[in-house]
């Protein structure tokens, strides 16, 4: 009888303190006051200031288009020529080159945003125009990776498009993508892109 006393004793001081803590009203967003625009990490600003991907192309990546970065990266092992070189380094280069402006642009479009909330200026019409620009300035960034994906696949063979996946995790081996974070890219970022966690 004294087990089963202490025993329901503990149970109920840990389901007062799982209903403490599922009632806490603590936000998992504790902290995004702080960055310099609530929306956006400062990780993700600083891959959006490189000209990275973000994660933006990840229907085209996944899907045997790959990205014009990570096959330069694997030019060796992919045996690309210097033709191939050449024309994906071109298409690289207008990628980030558009990349860069297209996410200041977006980068701008949230702080505009946050900044209309901080001042409290804003009515509806208002909000549904700064969060129409910051749709559009997102979608154009993306289109601006996702395009260049576009523009890699008909410079590759279908070989060359099937070592890509197999290198990057996608196809042949075990675990796929969550096993295989390819060297570059941050492992935390990958992993929740590719919902291995």
């Given at each position: 009888?004294?087990?089963?006393?202490?025993?329901?004793?503990?149970?109920?001081?840990?389901?007062?303190?799982?209903?403490?803590?599922?009632?806490?009203?603590?936000?998992?967003?504790?902290?995004?006051?702080?960055?310099?625009?609530?929306?956006?990490?400062?990780?993700?600003?600083?891959?959006?200031?490189?000209?990275?991907?973000?994660?933006?192309?990840?229907?085209?990546?996944?899907?045997?288009?790959?990205?014009?970065?990570?096959?330069?990266?694997?030019?060796?092992?992919?045996?690309?020529?210097?033709?191939?070189?050449?024309?994906?380094?071109?298409?690289?280069?207008?990628?980030?080159?558009?990349?860069?402006?297209?996410?200041?642009?977006?980068i701008?479009a949230?702080?505009?945003?946050?900044?209309?909330?901080v001042?409290?200026?804003?009515?509806?019409?208002?909000?549904?125009?700064?969060?129409?620009?910051?749709?559009?300035?997102?979608?154009?960034?993306?289109?601006?990776?996702?395009?260049?994906?576009?523009?890699?696949?008909?410079?590759?063979?279908?070989?060359?498009?099937?070592?890509?996946?197999?290198?990057?995790?996608?196809?042949?081996?075990?675990?796929?993508?969550?096993?295989?974070?390819?060297?570059?890219?941050?492992?935390?970022?990958?992993?929740?892109?590719?919902?291995?966690?």
């Open positions: 009888m004294k087990g089963s006393s202490s025993l329901i004793a503990i149970l109920s001081l840990l389901v007062a303190g799982i209903a403490t803590a599922e009632h806490s009203g603590m936000s998992p967003h504790a902290g995004a006051q702080d960055r310099e625009i609530a929306s956006l990490s400062d990780r993700t600003i600083a891959a959006i200031r490189k000209g990275t991907g973000w994660g933006l192309a990840l229907p085209a990546e996944v899907n045997d288009a790959p990205g014009p970065r990570h096959v330069l990266d694997l030019a060796e092992p992919l045996a690309l020529s210097d033709d191939q070189v050449i024309k994906i380094t071109e298409i690289f280069e207008e990628m980030r080159r558009a990349a860069l402006s297209r996410g200041e642009d977006f701008s949230e702080r505009a945003l946050e900044d209309a909330f001042r409290g200026d804003l009515d509806q019409a208002r909000l549904a125009e700064l969060v129409e620009k910051a749709g559009k300035a997102r979608s154009d960034l993306r289109l601006v990776h996702l395009s260049a994906h576009l523009k890699t696949v008909p410079v590759l063979s279908d070989e060359q498009i099937e070592r890509y996946a197999e290198l990057r995790g996608y196809s042949g081996g075990a675990g796929g993508p969550c096993d295989a974070v390819p060297e570059g890219h941050d492992s935390e970022m990958w992993k929740k892109h590719h919902g291995c966690e």
